[in-house]
C-alpha cells in the first residue's frame, strides 16, 4: 500500500518554464488536495478537489491550474513558472470530508524556480 | 475567517522534560481540531484530532491535547520530551459548518536536548 505518492521529488525550473506534478493515491479516496509550504507560513491551500472530475480554489490559487480526470491521480500545473513559486508542494487525500476522516499526505516535490 | 495560531514559532526542551505547543482558534463555534507533526525532508503525519466528542485527546506517541471552549485553546502537550520529538508541529483546524479542507497554522519547530 504506497499510499499519497508524489512526482518528482526535486525539480529546478527556469522563469517563464511550466511543468506538472503528479500526485497519486492507491486508496480510493474521493478528496485529494494541494498545498504549498513556505518558511514560517505554514501550509497555503492551492486547489482541492471533492470527486473525480471536479475541482475547486483555495487560499493561493494564482498561478497554477489543475485536473483531477482519474479518481486516484490530481494533477498540478504550473503554466509559466515564476521565482515566488518555489516551495514545498505538498498532496494529500481524504476518504471524504476531511471533518471526518484522517487527510493523508504525500511526501512532498521541492520546487525551485530560478 | 477561521484561523489558528500556534504561539512560538520555536520551542526548545530537555530531554524528559514537558512539552507544550500552544494553538489558539478564532472561531464562535467549536471547529474541528487537529495536530499534525512533519519530521525533517517527510510529509506530514496526523497526531491527533479534536471533533468534540471528548475534550481532552490523546494521539499517537504520547502526546495528548485538550480543547478548552473558554480559551479557545487546543494546546499540545507531552510529559516527558524524547529526542525523537524534534520535529516541526503544526495545528490546523476546520470550521464547524462547512469547509472541506485543513486551515494550518505557522508551525512550531521543537528543538530537544539531552
Known amino acids: 500500500n504506497a499510499g499519497v505518492t508524489q512526482t518528482p521529488k526535486f525539480r529546478v525550473l527556469k522563469t517563464g518554464q511550466s511543468m506538472t506534478l503528479l500526485c497519486a493515491q492507491d486508496?480510493?479516496?474521493?478528496?485529494m488536495y494541494w498545498y504549498r509550504q513556505d518558511p514560517g507560513m505554514g501550509l497555503r491551500l492551492i486547489h482541492y478537489?471533492?470527486?473525480?472530475?471536479?475541482?475547486a480554489k483555495g487560499e493561493v490559487p494564482d498561478g497554477y491550474n489543475v485536473s483531477r480526470l482519474k479518481k486516484q491521480n490530481f494533477l498540478l500545473g504550473l503554466e509559466s513558472a515564476a521565482p515566488s513559486q518555489t516551495s514545498v508542494y505538498f498532496c494529500?487525500?481524504?476518504?471524504?470530508?476531511?471533518?471526518?476522516?484522517?487527510?493523508?499526505f504525500g511526501p512532498g516535490t521541492r520546487l525551485t524556480v530560478l | 475567517a477561521q484561523s489558528v495560531t500556534q504561539l512560538g514559532s520555536h520551542v526548545s526542551v530537555s530531554e524528559g522534560a514537558l512539552v507544550l505547543l500552544r494553538c489558539n482558534y478564532s472561531?464562535?463555534?467549536?471547529?474541528?481540531l487537529f495536530w499534525y507533526v512533519q519530521y525533517p525532508n517527510q510529509g506530514l503525519q496526523l497526531l491527533l484530532k479534536?471533533?468534540?466528542?471528548?475534550?481532552l485527546v490523546k494521539g499517537i506517541n504520547g502526546f495528548e491535547a485538550e480543547f478548552k471552549k473558554s480559551e479557545t485553546s487546543f494546546h499540545l502537550t507531552k510529559p516527558s520530551a524524547h529526542m525523537s520529538d524534534a520535529a516541526e508541529y503544526f495545528c490546523?483546524?476546520?470550521?464547524?459548518?462547512?469547509?472541506?479542507?485543513?486551515?494550518f497554522g505557522k508551525g512550531t519547530t521543537l528543538s530537544v536536548s539531552s
Open positions: 486508496m480510493n479516496h474521493e478528496y
Open positions: 490546523a483546524v476546520i470550521p464547524n459548518q462547512a469547509g472541506t479542507a485543513l486551515i
Open positions: 479534536y471533533t468534540s466528542a471528548a475534550t
Open positions: 494529500a487525500s481524504s476518504p471524504a470530508t476531511p471533518r471526518g476522516y484522517t487527510q493523508y
Open positions: 472561531s464562535s463555534v467549536p471547529p474541528y
Open positions: 478537489s471533492v470527486g473525480e472530475g471536479t475541482t
